[in-house]
């Protein structure tokens, strides 16, 4: 099973008359999408009998949910308090992820700032040992965090850091964004062999299981001197990448991704094409 679904509501759900994202779920189903991300990115803000009933409806039509936290997570800042508030920002969306039945939430390890790389890794490192005491103790180690592959060059998060903090648990599965290691590449995923490289060297360091389950990100990305500078939509074809170099990869080693679509505004849209260039591929 692939799951495919968006990162958060577009307008096109609130131009429909939908008001509430309860209401996506069903709305998803009937397009044929079956993930969905709700966003907290900017705080965990929603009411919990809204997350109990988000979850609800996600179980009913069959939509797998995830939750991406909140943006100002920051593991690798040099401010103790930064990180210790990192930690309870975590922790915070786990819960609400476990009201909603949410199996996954993603998380930004940081940024690199007046510290080398190395450092801010450590720092990270350390920071999110805590976070997994801290989640064992609740219970709520039956949650996948996944630490998202980032797109500028002063964030903490390329494939080999986000590898490595996922190598602290067996359970930790990394989230590829694609645009984004597209956009730190400078352009650099071109073909099956660049997301080939990618997916195998996850099952290499990592495990196997992990290769399979991967959580992805999609979406075209614009790029500048520092990294990612602005999200598209697929049918800006000036920007890449392409997705059907990377149907092919999923197809080579048979995983079965979850792929949410990030692409601007047009999140649901995109799903669906990201859909279709992979049932396209699926059938020659």
Known sequence: MIW?????????FYDKGYKHSWEMPQWLAELGLNAYEYQCTKGVLLKEETAARIGEECRKHNVRVSIHAPYYINLSSTEKQKREKSIDYILETLRIAKIMGAERIIMHPGYVSGISRETALELAKDTFLSVLDAVRAEGLDDITICPEVLGKHSQLGNILEVVELCSLADYLIPCVDFGHVHALTRGGLKSKKEYLDILKFIGQELDQERMRTVH???SRVEVGKGGEKKHWTYADTQYGPDFEP????ILELGIEPVIISESRDKMVEDALTLKQIFEAAASR
């Open 4 to 12: 495919f679904g968006p990162a958060g509501n577009p307008s096109s």
């Open 246 to 249: 990377l149907a092919e990869a």
């Open 216 to 218: 992805m990100h999609f």
